[in-house]
């Protein structure tokens, strides 16, 4: 840990290292989404079987979510995100060598319980170092990370395949993890007022009886709905469906979620200034939610309504940039209403 670091130059250096990890967590999520024909192709598996591939990987990722954020909240940042980077990096190389398709659920549903927690423990590392007037901003930072990651992974992955075949880049995507882990254990060490969370026990009723949580439970299922079609069979149903070539179709598959990264920013950057505008953080996050989801809304819609590729994912593009409008917000939020668990 450097001596010399000044509290200005920690908070930077905690958001630089929240940006980088959000952006390899989706250069791993979304590699599958590209290499899925290819996969598909080698393994000899259907688009039902792949389907159950993605799905596993959400399934296990949902149901060790809230178990992962209690050990974030008991264990510490420092040694819960060494953990889950450490561990989704071994498993992303580890999909590189599935031989069929059992041996891929399994691989894709131990990563996924890998990486759960990832982003509530991240949050709550922002939350340490960042006001409750900044941390939509900062979430918004940690967000455009992850679509930042989106953005790059289909045409790197795209790249890769072509030249040394889905394996190998898994392994290559897979490495990235191992680099960030080495800067954060040198960079990161947990704040003496954690040992009260770890000590204090969570306060489960109050959790889940608060009506808010709920809301915003509700709110995230329904923009992970949409959102997953983006990093998993955007890329093949452009193939499949318009004839475009692996390398156009991560092209066009890229353009939704860079829309996600400036929406992410945006989003979080509106709000913390809406809010003493206002005098209302209340409403500083309802009004970017309201706005965000109304034209989620409308440019999905219109999106099921046109033939032509690109018109297609121009109105997909304007979905996923007003829906991750909303998504520093919601993260927000949470934090607003948990403190320190």
């Known amino acids: 840990m450097p001596a010399d670091r000044t509290p200005a130059n920690a908070r930077r250096g905690v958001l630089v290292l929240g940006f980088l990890m959000s952006v390899i967590t989706y250069l791993d999520r979304v590699c599958i989404s590209v290499a899925a024909p290819a996969i598909s192709k080698e393994l000899g598996l259907s688009d039902m079987q792949m389907g159950y591939v993605f799905s596993v990987f959400v399934l296990a990722y949902a149901i060790f979510e809230i178990p992962s954020g209690w050990?974030?909240?008991?264990?510490?940042?420092?040694?819960?995100?060494l953990r889950i980077v450490g561990s989704w990096s071994v498993f992303t190389v580890l999909t590189g060598g599935a031989w069929n398709c059992a041996m891929l659920l399994a691989t894709r549903f131990v990563f996924g319980a890998a990486e759960a927690g990832a982003f509530p423990t991240l949050s709550r590392a922002l939350a340490r170092v960042f006001a409750p007037g900044e941390r939509a901003r900062a979430n918004g930072v940690m967000w455009m990370g992850a679509r930042v990651g989106g953005v790059i992974a289909?045409?790197?992955?795209?790249?890769?395949?072509?030249?040394?075949?889905?394996?190998?880049?898994?392994?290559v995507f897979?490495?990235?993890g191992f680099l960030w882990c080495a800067a954060?254990?040198?960079?990161?060490?947990?704040?003496?007022?954690?040992?009260?969370?770890?000590?204090a026990a969570a306060p489960w009723g109050q959790?889940?009886?608060?009506?808010?949580?709920?809301?915003?439970?509700?709110?995230?299922?329904?923009?992970a709905y949409g959102f997953w079609f983006f990093v998993t069979w955007l890329p093949t149903f452009l193939?499949?469906?318009?004839?475009?070539?692996?390398?156009?179709?991560?092209?066009?598959?890229?353009?939704?979620?860079?829309?996600?990264?400036?929406?992410?920013?945006?989003?979080?950057?509106?709000?913390d200034w809406?809010?003493?505008?206002?005098?209302?953080?209340?409403?500083?996050?309802?009004?970017?939610?309201?706005?965000?989801?109304?034209?989620?809304?409308?440019?999905?819609?219109?999106?099921?309504?046109?033939?032509d590729p690109l018109v297609l994912v121009l109105c997909l593009t304007l979905a996923a940039g007003a829906h991750d409008f909303t998504v520093p917000v919601a993260w927000a939020s949470v934090v607003d209403i948990g403190g320190r668990f």
């Open 71 to 81: 050990l974030g909240d008991k264990m510490g940042q420092r040694k819960m995100l």
């Open 154 to 171: 289909p045409a790197v992955a795209a790249a890769l395949i072509a030249r040394i075949g889905w394996r190998a880049t898994f392994v």
């Open 274 to 307: 809406l809010a003493p505008l206002t005098g209302s953080l209340k409403w500083a996050r309802r009004a970017i939610g309201i706005g965000g989801f109304t034209l989620a809304a409308i440019g999905f819609a219109v999106a099921t309504t046109v033939r």
């Open 207 to 223: 959790i889940f009886s608060n009506g808010t949580l709920w809301a915003l439970c509700g709110t995230y299922f329904c923009s």
């Open 174 to 176: 897979g490495s990235v």
């Open 239 to 271: 193939v499949r469906e318009y004839g475009l070539t692996l390398q156009r179709s991560g092209l066009y598959a890229s353009l939704p979620l860079a829309s996600g990264a400036l929406g992410c920013l945006a989003g979080g950057l509106l709000s």
């Open 184 to 199: 954060f254990w040198r960079w990161y060490q947990d704040a003496p007022e954690d040992g009260l969370s770890r000590a």
